[in-house]
């Protein structure tokens, strides 16, 4: 079994390099965090270096480490939660030894060794299970705590279709190291006041095909402009339109300007429709019912509403 | 143990009713019904009625039971979720036999046997984790289903405070039975058009104080007449604000009309300031951080943000 491989890889190295993807999300960090407190608890003895550049506005996921190209070199290198290798954040490559730990399809084998387990909802369900089958090693709050982050939000708070019995079960058995469960889900999902006033204000704008199973906002460039957030983040806000009964479709656009031309991109999700066949078709793509499309004309912008209302009446 | 003590009482009646409490909420329908599928399945052979005078709106619980008093009279009479025999929806004292099953404080133990476990988030929790600790009986997807529907709305999606390890561990244990876990979340937290748009309406009219911990809504009687809505229905719609980051107190009161005088209701929140004790100065209660006060005149809402303005600021 590749648990074994990883703790005799582990100990054959003195210095452990943490990778994770571009972008990261709370599981990215989570799973990077987690497997080095958890390191640091069995294997003290190791130098352990979590990479990447960007960081956190969280306080609860701490600034990264800078180390040289040679120490990286010298390295048992673990990237966490990266389904591609171009999507790794950092030098893994120069490593001595490469482990993929991941929970997306395993499309890019880039390990020497792959731990992949699509069934996981998240990385840090994946890494929890590891480490609670270990009976030898130990686990402590703040490992559980940082892997709880990762599984809440990746299954944003067990609602998810990728919510599994067992994404409950390793949930329940980190929580046993005395978890504050309120402060979690309060530090994962809480938004800031001027983040509230906004999404009331995006809520506001929908808009409903006739026979309300397609709803969409379109912000035009004022609106973006004003609103003292980036496109991307005003789209993000599509999930404010997830828990309405009679929406099958819904839909975020923003207009922007490139090359004197008036553009959109958007945002889309479904309950069930398939709707990234479509997506594809106007330069976009992603899961079955969350994906999304850019650089659309006025007109296809209309053609994408149009298709988008058959889709949600089927 | 009381669990062998109930399977005996279950097996000396041939006629079994359950109550629950008034104004039920998805945890009395859920561990009422769920009971009665439990019962259907490992004891066929006996009678098993619901009672209660009100009806769930939803379609996934379905109708009450109406028997006459004599079969009441011959019956082993299970209560669920009903802290006091006040709350009791039903001639349950006319019964053979009483049993109380709940998970609030015990203050009136008005069953012959009471099953109160108060460490349980939910009623549906506890008659899990009784139902799967008897090895010789079985479980089916039906009644993990309904026992899940109450879990997951009395700990708001393992998110409250009373939410446990084994809350984490019986949701897991349910939802082998082959649940569709997003589509239980939907069922139980969606809403509808309509009440999304009251609802972001009343987002809208948020106020704050000065450190912008505290945050209220008044909504005086036109808005409340022309809500369509209950004034308690929207009060309960306060929950929108539990979200905020900065909020540690927030209210939502509404305008009516008694006696020729206007007067006030509120429903208040806080993340951990207890409040309750405040409630109560003003004709309320309830829990330390969820309660209610009524009838309030316009000098006692203002002493009340006054003093909640002052509570949230320490």
Redesign the interface.
């Known amino acids: 079994m590749y648990y074994n491989k990883f703790i005799e890889k582990i100990k054959k190295f003195d210095v452990i390099t943490i990778f994770r993807h571009i972008n990261p999300d709370a599981d990215a960090f989570g799973s990077q965090l987690g497997l080095k407190y958890w390191l640091n608890l069995n294997f003290p003895e190791k130098e352990v270096y979590v990479l990447g550049d960007e960081n956190s506005n969280d306080d609860f996921f701490p600034k990264m480490d800078v180390i040289s190209d040679v120490l990286i070199e010298q390295s048992l290198a673990i990237i966490v939660d990266s389904a591609t290798s171009e999507r790794i954040d950092g030098n893994y490559n120069k490593a001595s030894y490469i482990i993929k730990i991941d929970h997306h399809v395993d499309v890019d084998p880039y390990g020497d060794l792959n731990i992949v387990e699509v069934k996981s909802a998240a990385t840090c369900q994946l890494l929890a299970k590891m480490f609670f089958s270990f009976e030898e090693y130990k686990m402590n709050k703040n490992i559980a705590e940082t892997l709880y982050r990762g599984l809440l939000t990746d299954t944003l708070?067990?609602?998810?279709?990728n919510?599994?019995?067992?994404?409950?079960?390793i949930?329940?058995?980190l929580?046993?190291y005395g978890l504050d469960?309120?402060q979690l889900?309060?530090d994962m999902?809480?938004?800031?006041?001027s983040e509230?006033i906004f999404s009331?204000k995006l809520?506001?704008k929908l808009q409903?095909s006739k026979d309300?199973k397609l709803g969409y906002v379109i912000m035009n460039l004022d609106e973006v402009n004003n609103s003292g957030l980036e496109a991307h983040q005003i789209r993000s806000n599509v999930s404010e339109f997830n828990?309405?009964?009679?929406?099958e479709i819904w839909c975020v656009f923003t207009q922007k300007i490139e090359n004197n031309q008036i553009l959109y991109d958007g945002s889309l999700r479904s309950?069930t429709i398939v709707i990234n066949e479509l997506a594809q078709k106007f330069n976009g793509g992603g899961h079955k019912n969350a994906c999304g499309v850019k650089d659309l004309t006025k007109e296809d912008l209309n053609i994408i509403i149009n298709e988008l209302t058959l889709l949600s009446s089927k």
Chains 1, 2 share one sequence.
């Open positions: 708070a067990f609602k998810t279709s919510t599994t019995s067992e994404s409950l079960l949930a329940s058995k929580s046993e469960i309120p889900n309060r999902f809480d938004k800031s006041l509230f009331s809520r506001s409903l309300k828990a309405i009964k009679e929406l309950k």
